[in-house]
């Protein structure tokens, strides 16, 4: 729980919920904070049309993970030692998103070098 933040917290229950209007709430919530940049908003619509697709329960199962210091980044590293790390600046979480053409040049890079 250390690594989640207060923002994604605060919408948490929102988008577990089981009531449709409360859940859309949450997720939308959820899609907000995953970019560095406001997607535009038929963009955020669409994703939040396929989000909306995965039942309550399939989100609640990202919850049974667990996640042990150090953070979750090193913990990663420490079980993949032979996976690529790429930070990249003024991304969210959906880097793949926010900077579509960096996203695709390191994924290039990576299928290369398979």
């Known amino acids: 729980m250390s690594v989640l933040t207060p ?11 089981t009531d449709a209007e409360t859940c859309v709430r949450g997720l939308e919530g959820l899609l907000r904070l995953c970019f560095a940049r406001e997607p535009s908003v038929s963009d955020l619509y669409l994703m939040l049309g ?6 309550p329960y399939v ?8 996640f042990h ?7 990663h590293k420490a079980a993949m030692p032979h996976a690529q790390l790429q930070l990249m600046p003024n991304t969210g979480h959906a880097a793949f998103w926010d900077d ?9 890079a990576f299928c290369e070098s398979l």
């Open 50 to 55: 396929y989000n909306v697709s995965a039942p």
């Open 59 to 66: 989100r609640q199962g990202m919850f049974s993970r667990s």
């Open 7 to 17: 923002e994604f917290l605060s919408v948490v229950p929102q988008f577990l919920s």
């Open 100 to 108: 579509a053409a960096s996203f695709n040049k390191h994924l290039s």
């Open 69 to 75: 210091k150090p953070a979750a980044v090193d913990q």
